[in-house]
């Protein structure tokens, strides 16, 4: 389909394929239509510092046109330790604001970005760790991963957008819980309270990952960009407004000619149909 009839302009790419990103502590490598984000700082157990986090908001702001979907994942025994601690400073309220801000920022770029993000947890999905797992469209976790908040027992509070996207996962009860006593989350009880849509075996999470980003490239583009950009918008709104931006959406998307190819090739018998899951 002509997909430049509807996506908007992107940049140019901040690097290129399969090139080391300026920050070598990210990396981003095209499997096709797939982008494949790698936290490379596996010393530091992926732990956020400031120019980890821009290099996080400018590859998500930079993908390669060509990309469909994306995935994102940490190298070594762990996902992401969160904020790097050792880079926190006192600072007084504004610029404590600022900081936030930019990171609010950098994962806004990921959630509001140009395509769907896979996120592959494993080990430590902690602090800054979970606010960036949380800002990704779905999240895949093997047996190893567990979840936890330490804010709550290092005097500081959420600042990357947790205290808005974790409460959309497991509830504000459980978050506060979390925050609170320090409460941890394994890989069994974390999906089971909706940190994870997936939980795979050790070790497998990005093969999941991948298997899932490849799916979703295959999908009509506008459908995604209805799912990244209006689906979360709808549900902030009250009820009557939600059911008009629904119908706009719905409008927009059947009168695209790739709904309609996807449609006639269904009744053609073309097109899978819905498998029954034994
Ligand atoms: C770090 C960090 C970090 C590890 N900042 N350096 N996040 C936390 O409070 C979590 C803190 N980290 C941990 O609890 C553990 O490190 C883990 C459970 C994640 C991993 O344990 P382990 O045994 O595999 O590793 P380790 O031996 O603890 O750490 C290895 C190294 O990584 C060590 O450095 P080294 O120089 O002594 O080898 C650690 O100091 C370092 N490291 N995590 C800096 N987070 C927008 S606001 C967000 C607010 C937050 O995210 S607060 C929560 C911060």
Redesign the pocket.
């Known amino acids: 389909m002509a997909e430049s009839t509807w996506r908007f302009a992107r940049h140019q790419p901040f690097f290129h394929t399969n090139m080391t990103s300026p920050n070598p502590d990210l990396h981003l490598e095209m499997h096709n239509d797939i982008a494949v984000v790698r936290l490379s700082r596996p010393?530091?157990?992926n732990?956020?510092n400031d120019a980890l986090v821009l290099a996080l908001r400018d590859v998500f702001a930079t993908l390669p046109a060509n990309a469909r979907a994306a995935v994102l994942h940490g190298e070594g025994?762990?996902f992401c330790?969160?904020?790097?601690?050792?880079e926190l400073q006192s600072r007084d309220a504004g610029e404590g604001m600022l900081h936030?801000r930019m990171?609010h920022q950098a994962f806004q770029q990921i959630q509001f970005g140009t395509v769907p993000v896979v996120a592959a947890l494993h080990?430590?999905v902690?602090?800054?760790?979970l606010?960036l797992a949380a800002s990704c469209h779905i999240r895949v976790a093997d047996d190893t991963t567990f979840y936890a908040l330490?804010?709550g027992s290092?005097g500081?509070f959420?600042?990357?957008g947790?205290a808005v996207r974790i409460p959309k996962l497991i509830g504000v009860a459980r978050m506060t819980d979390m925050m609170m006593t320090g409460r941890v989350y394994n890989a069994v009880d974390g999906e089971r309270v909706g940190f994870a849509q997936y939980l795979v075996p050790a070790g497998t999470a990005l093969d999941k990952a991948m298997e899932l980003a490849k799916h979703i490239a295959g999908n009509a583009p506008l459908t995604n960009y209805a799912l990244m950009h209006a689906l979360p918008r709808i549900a902030e709104q009250a009820a009557d407004h939600g059911f008009v931006t629904e119908s706009l959406m719905s409008s927009i998307t059947q009168a695209a000619p790739e709904a309609k190819a996807r449609v006639d090739a269904f009744l053609q018998g073309r097109a899978a149909k819905v498998e029954k899951k034994s």
């Open positions: 010393a530091k157990r732990a956020l025994e762990h330790a969160g904020l790097d601690l050792s936030s990171w080990g430590a902690v602090g800054g760790g606010e330490p804010e290092r500081i959420v600042g990357g947790g």
